[in-house]
């Protein structure tokens, strides 16, 4: 089994990986990973980070699921499978709107596409997606959508999203967003 070549997320945490690969360690791996036939090889098409802590753990036999799968289908299932996970921020989940849009215009021509694929209203989308029109420095504040609370050092999108809509100085934008990431101030 050969990694992901066409997986939209380029970093893996290590960390996160350590943590993935301990837990398999001590259950065992409690979802199959998704795999294609690639010439001899089979390739990872969802679960990498599964398939890399497996390897991590050093286990010989991974539970695995075979389809067939073009490269445009693994392509769109990473994408949207990436825009439903709960770890990514909202820069991150328009990076992969936008992606969807751009290589696949025919099946998503418009953001009420992509949220009727994803089970999210457009207007979630669209908010994702003005994420990236902010600065630099406030999207590195934007935090991971997290179930519980918001970490420490970041802020959630809509906040961001509501500082520049209500700050128009870029400097004044920025600091302000510093300030309640620093001060975790909800």
């Given at each position: 089994?050969?990694?992901?070549?066409?997986?939209?997320?380029?970093e893996f945490?290590?960390?996160?990986?350590?943590?993935?690969?301990?837990?398999?360690?001590?259950?065992?791996?409690?979802?199959?990973?998704?795999?294609r036939p690639v010439g001899n090889e089979y390739e990872v098409v969802v679960g990498e980070r599964r398939y890399r802590a497996s390897q991590q753990a050093h286990l010989e036999k991974v539970p695995v699921i075979i389809?067939?799968?073009t490269d445009d289908e693994v392509i769109e299932l990473n994408l949207i499978e990436n825009i439903q996970r709960e770890n990514l921020s909202a820069v991150e989940k328009a990076n992969?709107?936008?992606?969807?849009?751009?290589?696949?215009?025919?099946?998503?021509?418009?953001w009420e596409a992509i949220a009727q694929k994803i089970g999210v209203g457009p207007d979630t989308v669209q908010e994702w997606v003005r994420t990236l029109s902010l600065p630099k420095e406030i999207r590195s504040k934007i935090a991971p959508r997290e179930i519980r609370r918001v970490p420490e050092g970041k802020i959630d999108y809509q906040?961001?999203?509501?500082v520049v809509e209500k700050i128009k100085e870029k400097?004044?934008?920025?600091?302000?967003?510093?300030?309640?990431?620093?001060?975790?101030?909800p």
């Amino acid at each position: 089994i050969q990694p992901n070549r066409l997986n939209p997320r380029l970093e893996f945490r290590k960390k996160a990986l350590d943590e993935l690969s301990d837990s398999i360690k001590e259950s065992g791996m409690l979802q199959p990973i998704i795999i294609r036939p690639v010439g001899n090889e089979y390739e990872v098409v969802v679960g990498e980070r599964r398939y890399r802590a497996s390897q991590q753990a050093h286990l010989e036999k991974v539970p695995v699921i075979i389809r067939d799968y073009t490269d445009d289908e693994v392509i769109e299932l990473n994408l949207i499978e990436n825009i439903q996970r709960e770890n990514l921020s909202a820069v991150e989940k328009a990076n992969s709107c936008i992606q969807l849009k751009k290589r696949f215009p025919e099946k998503y021509p418009a953001w009420e596409a992509i949220a009727q694929k994803i089970g999210v209203g457009p207007d979630t989308v669209q908010e994702w997606v003005r994420t990236l029109s902010l600065p630099k420095e406030i999207r590195s504040k934007i935090a991971p959508r997290e179930i519980r609370r918001v970490p420490e050092g970041k802020i959630d999108y809509q906040t961001a999203l509501h500082v520049v809509e209500k700050i128009k100085e870029k400097p004044k934008q920025i600091e302000v967003v510093e300030k309640l990431a620093e001060q975790h101030i909800p």
